[in-house]
Each structure stands twice: as structure tokens, then as C-alpha cells.
């Protein structure tokens, strides 16, 4: 069957366990049930369709579910993802310590040039909050990615931060074609896997980094 | 006995084996509507995307379980969509294997199950008994 979309990006979630990354979606709370079938078993991963530019764009996007801690996390599942959104909870000051050991594992297993964003999460009440917004902003500011905070309960969810990571890396990708001598036998190519591609762009930023 | 006999047998075993493979239709269909979520109404697969038609009937776990009850509840669903690539989907999220079953969810408010993931085949199943269809506005 013929593709029906521009671009494939694989976006990972990742964060310590109990930070919501799965909790910015709203779901029913009826007191007479249990939380629903699916969120005690879980979500692998989701696909999300959006349009940026009239471009139409496949996200798969990969949700950790804290059943991980960042030392099991290595290489194999960073392959191929092109943006990560790291997740803290900000009623939780554990969660933001680890963004920092979390970032550091992705420097040290992810691709070099994978676009990166912190997201301080609330799905609890913001009375309970232990992480200013100005501290997640800052930790955003020394690590050079950017920042949101989001909320499922105010409805800014976490799809906002999927956009902003999408829209970065399909200007990045655009950048890069320009530069590679006009995109003439790359538009419209769809990047399954992704790690090709990225091989690519490291090489085209670093030459013009200081331009 | 022996002259009413001999028509007899081949008479009854000739329905029930096309009454067999009734229970199986497996047909080449496509989804002839677009459809969305029952609850936030998000696009889950456009029209024209799926490529069989599966007319049996699956066990799917209710969306919401009864409190205090410690086994899933299901009910039985009949007739889904199916297609083999993931990318077809629009909004969909795929559980984690539960007994050996993944189901597919709404992508967005993660309602559902909405389908399955038939582990022989690979192939993405989804109902349009947990699904609405896109009104299109003409």
C-alpha cells in the first residue's frame, strides 16, 4: 500500500517510574470502578498523527513506564529515536535529581544529535508541588534542551511537548537536505528507523556549528 | 435399514462443514468510514486504510472494570478490521502483553480496548462496535 505520510519519527518517553508519563492522559474516574483494563496493563507505544507545514507525520512514540531504571536503559532502545522527551514529576524532587542522570545516559548511549525537551509533570495537585517551575527551567537551560510543564488536569498536555520535538526535528531534517545540495532526492522520503538519517545530520552540524 | 440409510449421513455432513468454515470468514475488505473514538472522538484509522474484513467473534476485556472483582471481565465481540501495518493507524496505542494478548487503545484518551494484535499473524484488529463513525459533514 502506497504511504500516506511524510515522515516517520520515534520519540522515546523516559523518566523515573511513578512520573506520569503515561498519567498526562485523561481517563475516566467513575467511583464505582477500578482503574480501566488498560491502564493496569499497560501502553508499549503509541502512534500519533500530526501535520506540521501541510507536511502529514507518523510519531511512534515510546513510553518507558518506569519499569526501568536509567542504568538497564542502553543502546538498543535508543536506537533509531529521533527525539527524547525526558519526564519528571514535580511533586517528586527524586524524579528531578535523576533527569540529570537520565540526561547523562542518553549521552552516553543515544545518538549525539537526538533532539531533546524536559517535561515537569503535575498530574497531582500543585499544592504538593517540591520542584519550581524556575528550577526545571534552569536544569532546561544548563542541558541546552527545551522545557514545558504540563499538566493533564488543565488539559496542556503532553501532546504539546510531542510538536515542539516533531516541528525541531523536521526543521532539522529540512536544514540538513538543504545542505546536503538541494532535497530534490529527499523530499518526501519517509525514515523508517530513523538512525540512517541521523548518521547524516550529526555530520552536517557539526560542519557548520560555528557559521 | 439398509436402502434409507446410505443418503442419510452424507445429507448432515454436508451442511455442518460449510457451517464450519462460516465461523471462520476472513474477507478482503476495506473500512468504508473513517473512525474515531466513542469519547474524545479522535481519528483512530481513516477510510480505506484496513485491507480484511474478520466477521467473528473475540473476547475483548470490558473498558471498565467492577471494583472487588479479581479476575478481567470480557465480553464477546464480533467483527473487526484488520491490517497489517502499524502505520495505517492514525491515533492508536498498543498495550504491553497481557496473558500473551496485546489489544490496541484509542491513541489519544487511551480508551479501549478497541482491538487486538493477533500474535500468529501479527495482524491489528479493531472494532467498529467500540468505535464511532466520522459524520461527514455534506
Known sequence: ?211 | MSSSSPSLPSALTQPSASQQQDNNVVEARTNESTLICKICQTVVILKNMTTEWLDEERELPLTRQTKGIDHTQTELVKGYFGVKDIFAFENVGFTRSADGKKFLVCGECEEGPVGFVDPNTEMNYVTPERLDVLQTSV
Open chain 1, 1 to 211: 500500500m502506497a504511504k500516506t505520510y511524510d515522515y516517520l519519527f520515534k520519540l522515546l518517553l523516559i523518566g523515573d517510574s511513578g512520573v506520569g508519563k503515561t498519567c498526562v492522559l485523561f481517563r475516566f474516574s467513575d467511583d464505582s470502578f477500578n482503574n480501566s483494563f488498560i491502564s493496569t496493563i499497560g501502553i508499549d507505544f503509541k502512534i500519533r498523527t500530526i501535520e506540521l507545514d501541510g507536511k502529514k507525520i507518523k510519531l511512534q512514540i515510546w513510553d518507558t513506564a518506569g519499569q526501568e531504571r536509567f542504568r538497564t536503559i542502553t543502546t538498543a532502545y535508543y536506537r533509531g529515536a529521533m527525539g527524547i522527551i525526558l519526564v519528571y514529576d514535580i511533586t517528586n524532587e527524586r524524579s528531578f535529581e535523576n533527569i540529570k542522570n537520565w540526561i547523562r545516559n542518553i549521552e552516553e548511549h543515544a545518538a549525539s544529535d537526538v533532539e531533546r525537551m524536559i517535561i515537569g509533570n503535575k498530574c497531582d495537585i500543585e499544592e504538593r508541588r517540591e520542584v519550581s517551575r524556575e528550577r526545571g527551567e534552569q536544569l532546561a537551560i544548563e542541558y541546552g534542551t527545551k522545557f514545558l510543564e504540563t499538566s493533564a488536569k488543565a488539559n496542556l498536555n503532553i501532546d504539546e511537548a510531542f510538536f515542539t520535538l516533531a516541528r525541531d526535528i523536521k526543521s532539522k531534517m529540512e536544514q540538513n537536505e538543504m545542505r546536503a545540495g538541494g532535497s530534490v532526492s529527499n523530499t518526501g522520503r519517509v525514515n523508517v528507523g530513523g538512525s540512517g538519517t541521523q548518521k547524516k545530520s550529526f555530520f552536517s552540524n557539526w560542519s557548520c556549528t560555528l557559521l
